[in-house]
C-alpha cells in the first residue's frame, strides 16, 4: 500500500492537510511510533518544516515547539534538572535522538517519567486549529477519545517551579512500575503525579500545601493492581516516595533561602 507524504513549510498548510478528512493524514514528529503504526495509515504530514524546534524561555514559561527531539531539550542549561533526568531514564539514546515532545505525550503510556513530570508541572499544550489551549490534565484521560485539534504545536510549563520525582523498578532494563512527582510553586500549592500505572499518569493531589501528599497517593493507588505490581506496594511505596519527594523539594528550599 502507497502511503502519501506530505512536508509542508507552513502551519496553515499543514493544519488543512491534517482537516481533509479524505486524505485521512497523520501528523508525523520524529516518526519513530508511526513507523510501527503503518497498517490503516493513508499519510503522513511531517511536521520538521514547521519550525517548530524550538525551546525558548518567555514571561515566565518554558515553551517547546512540538517537534523538539528530546535531545534539544537536554541540551537546554536552563530547564529543571528533573526534567532532563526523567528523559534519561525513560527513552535509549537513539530514541532520544528522534522523537519529538509533541510525539511523545501522544504516544506515551502511564509508564512514563516524563509525562509524569509534565501532568505535575501543570504543563498546558497549544493545538491547532484555533490555538485552543488545554491543560496536559484535562487532556490524558480523554486522549484516545477525543481531540482538542489535529496538531499539537506548543507544550509550556512555568520556568520557577520546583520539581522531584522517584521511581521504582524491577531492574534497570526494565520500566517503572511506580512513578511519583511533586512540583511546587512558591505559593506552596503542591502538585503530584504518578505514574506506572495504566493507560496515562493521574493526578492525585493538587493543594494549597504539601501536607496530606501521602494519604493523596494512598488514596489514588489504593486500587493500582496488575501484573507488574499489588496494589498494596503501589499504594505504600507511593505515599513513602511522596513524602521524600517533599522532603527534598523542602531541603531545596531551605538552601536557596
Ligand atoms: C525502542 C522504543 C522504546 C520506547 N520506549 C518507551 C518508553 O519507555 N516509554 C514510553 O512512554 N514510550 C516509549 N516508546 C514510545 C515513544 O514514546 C514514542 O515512540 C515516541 O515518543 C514518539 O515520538 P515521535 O516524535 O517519534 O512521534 P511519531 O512516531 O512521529 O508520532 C507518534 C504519534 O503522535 C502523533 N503526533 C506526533 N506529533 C504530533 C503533534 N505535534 N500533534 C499531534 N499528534 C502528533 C502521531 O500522529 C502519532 O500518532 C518507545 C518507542 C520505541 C521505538
Request: net charge negative.
Amino acid at each position: 500500500m502507497t502511503i502519501m507524504y506530505y512536508r509542508p513549510t507552513k502551519l496553515e498548510e499543514a493544519v488543512a492537510l491534517l482537516e481533509d478528512r479524505d486524505k485521512n493524514l497523520k501528523p508525523m514528529g520524529g516518526g519513530t511510533r508511526l513507523k510501527h503504526e503503518q497498517a490503516g495509515l493513508s499519510g503522513v504530514v511531517d511536521l520538521q518544516s514547521l519550525n517548530l524546534n524550538y525551546l525558548i524561555n518567555e514571561g515566565g514559561w518554558y515553551k517547546a515547539g512540538a517537534t523538539l527531539s528530546l535531545a534539544t531539550l537536554l541540551t537546554h542549561e536552563g530547564i529543571q534538572p528533573e526534567i532532563k533526568r526523567a528523559v534519561q531514564v525513560d527513552a535509549q539514546q537513539d530514541l532520544i535522538d528522534a522523537a519529538t515532545i509533541g510525539g511523545w505525550l501522544v504516544s506515551s503510556d502511564g509508564r512514563s517519567i516524563f509525562s509524569t513530570v509534565l501532568l505535575a508541572l501543570d504543563a498546558v499544550m497549544t493545538w491547532e486549529p484555533d490555538k485552543t489551549e488545554i491543560q496536559l490534565g484535562d487532556w490524558l484521560p480523554l486522549r484516545k477519545m477525543e481531540s482538542p485539534g489535529v496538531l499539537i504545536t506548543e507544550i509550556r510549563w512555568r520556568d520557577n517551579l520546583r520539581l522531584a520525582f522517584e521511581y521504582v523498578v524491577h531492574s534497570p532494563e526494565d520500566r517503572p512500575v511506580l512513578i511519583v512527582a511533586v512540583a511546587q510553586w512558591k505559593s506552596g500549592r503542591t502538585r503530584l503525579a504518578l505514574g506506572g500505572f495504566g493507560e496515562s499518569p493521574i493526578i492525585a493531589m493538587d493543594g494549597s500545601e504539601a501536607n496530606g501528599v501521602n494519604l493523596a497517593s494512598r488514596d489514588a493507588y489504593y486500587e493500582a493492581e496488575d501484573q507488574w505490581a499489588s496494589a498494596e506496594f503501589r499504594r505504600e511505596s507511593a505515599a513513602k516516595l511522596a513524602l521524600s519527594c517533599v522532603e527534598r523539594l523542602s531541603a531545596e528550599k531551605e538552601n536557596e533561602d
